[in-house]
């Protein structure tokens, strides 16, 4: 991974924007893809000597002004601009960039959180940590994924399966937005001296190679989940659900609940869970 997140973001950020986009005639003929970096100084009010050392790694610790300016300038969502914020305590060394790093990954399943995941059913709602991987779950979730092959083994992992199980491009149509979500999560969590992260990194690395390693090689981006998650299912046939995370307190992890996101994938779940039409209402994602 590389030690210069901040001015990868920047540049990328930089290169998807178009001249148009800011105020800015296009010009001649590009030899690079967005703004060159003196058309973005000049938006941003800076100079193109400072932004140059940022993006190369060479200034560390932008002003909170300057991050400012140069979100505006490259008008970033808000999203975004958190993932900057984030990049920019990192480069700093303000904080890790995963608090966990060295630590074991949290398998502890709390009672409460277990008592929650009770009162989720029928919907299908997994606990993950920051690997990814699977520590408790419901009975909708396993009539969900069961089938698909994510649950076997002893140590299920998202992640992992998405890479290196032949059988997540079928079950996954959008499988190449998926695999950006999952790369994008990890290089979140995961931090340089993340031993756990990055015995990981290395197994799905062998096992997946470019399609793994160019994702993760790739400019930091937010780790972004798609609203709505298509899924076919050997039972259920074509599925559409609508995905709410839920960061749990006082650690790295979160419960992901599925949904259905129409009428018919509700009918399908309805179907698949057993119950009566109705138990899962579809909702507008």
Not at 17 to 26: E, M, N, R, S, T
Not at 95 to 112: E, S
Not at 114 to 133: K, T
């Amino acid at each position: 991974m590389s030690d210069n997140e901040l001015g990868a973001f920047l540049r990328a950020r930089r290169e998807a924007i178009k001249p148009a986009d800011v105020g800015l005639p296009d010009g001649a003929r590009r030899r690079t893809p967005g703004l060159r970096r003196s058309e973005l100084a000049t938006v941003a009010g800076v100079s193109v000597e400072y932004l140059t050392r940022l993006e190369q790694g060479r200034d560390r610790n932008p002003s909170v002004q300057v991050l400012v300016t140069l979100a505006d300038a490259l008008r970033m969502t808000p999203e975004e601009r958190i993932h900057l914020r984030h990049l920019a305590k990192v480069s700093s060394g303000g904080i890790a960039l995963c608090p966990a790093a060295g630590q074991a990954p949290d398998r502890t399943v709390r009672p409460t959180v277990r008592a929650l995941l009770d009162r989720l059913e029928p919907a299908p709602a997994v606990l993950l940590n920051r690997l990814g991987e699977v520590l408790d779950r419901t009975a909708g979730f396993d009539r969900l994924f069961g089938p698909v092959g994510l649950l076997e083994g002893e140590a299920p992992n998202l992640i992992r399966y998405t890479f290196a199980d032949v059988r997540a491009r079928i079950a996954y149509p959008e499988w190449d937005r998926v695999a950006d979500e999952q790369a994008a999560a990890l290089k979140y969590e995961a931090g340089t001296d993340d031993p756990y992260a990055a015995e990981l990194i290395a197994d799905l690395s062998f096992a997946a190679g470019e399609a793994f390693t160019g994702r993760l090689a790739g400019p930091s981006q937010p780790a972004r989940m798609a609203p709505v998650q298509r899924m076919a299912h050997p039972e259920a046939g074509e599925l559409r659900l609508a995905r709410e995370a839920l960061d749990l307190t006082g650690g790295e992890q979160r419960i992901v609940v599925y949904l259905p996101a129409d009428p018919a994938t509700a009918a399908a779940l309805d179907r698949l869970t057993g119950r009566r039409p109705g138990a899962l209402r579809a909702v507008n994602a």
